[in-house]
């Protein structure tokens, strides 16, 4: 039986890194590659889950790996999910990596862009003037390239803390991404993002097969304060 996604309070998310064959990762980046000719199927399975159950699916990519244009983005076309492309704009027209004009590609494609930084640092790690600087580069460029607003971000890494998401709602962003398992609930601005990665695959299989329930829904309102909660404790 396949339901109405219109109808759904939940979405699920799906983060994604380098897909390409032959990695363009390097180094850390590496534990977060994982061959398109892996990730295809379970993508596929996904799919069919959400149909099922009427959630959304969404995937999500980091970092401007070329597969991005040349395997993603294809895939989500022909079966009509959305994507966003989360862009450290520095890395933009390195070896591997996508250029400006594949990300004009990408919005003409209906994909999203967003903030990913400019240097792809930790945002946790560095001054305020350094995360707000960074912000700023990385958004700027990417509204020069694609001559629109963007209001989408993810902090490298997954890395945040209360202060971080304070200030990235003032600046105006409607979503932030980040990497926790579980269903993200459509009207909530703080998403949570299943990472598709060796090692997580039944994980996130396991999160795309169940229905969402109001426990996904108190997680996703709970969330920013008890990052809160454990940033005033220390332990963030
Ligand atoms: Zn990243």
Redesign the pocket.
């Known amino acids: 039986m396949t339901a109405d996604p219109g109808t759904s309070r939940f979405e699920l998310i799906v983060g994604v890194?380098d897909l390409a064959e032959e990695p363009d990762a390097r180094g850390e980046e590496l534990n977060s590659w994982m061959p398109f000719s892996a990730v295809e199927p379970l993508l596929a399975t996904l799919l069919q889950y959400c149909r099922q159950s009427g959630t959304r699916l969404r995937v999500t990519s980091?970092?401007a790996f070329r597969s991005d244009i040349e395997l993603l983005a294809p895939w989500l076309v022909r079966h009509g999910v959305a994507g966003a492309f989360?862009v450290?704009t520095r890395y933009l027209g390195q070896p591997g990596r996508m250029s400006g004009d594949d990300l004009r590609a990408l919005v003409a494609l209906g994909m999203d862009i967003g903030v990913?930084g400019a240097r792809?640092i930790d945002w946790t790690a560095v001054s305020e003037q350094e995360f707000l600087d960074d912000v700023h580069e990385g958004r700027g460029a990417l509204e020069s390239i694609l001559g629109k607003s963007v209001d989408v971000v993810?902090p490298?890494?997954g890395r945040f803390n209360a202060r971080i998401l304070d200030r990235l709602l003032a600046m105006g962003f409607r979503e932030l991404h980040i990497c926790r398992p579980g269903h993200a609930l459509v009207s909530v601005a703080l998403k949570p993002r299943n990472m598709l990665k060796t090692g997580n695959v039944p994980a996130v299989l396991a999160v795309g097969s169940r229905q969402a329930t109001w426990r996904d829904a108190a997680r996703c309102r709970l969330r920013p304060l008890s990052t809160r909660l454990r940033s005033l404790a220390g332990a963030s």
């Open positions: 890194h980091d970092d989360f450290p990913h792809h993810a490298p890494f």
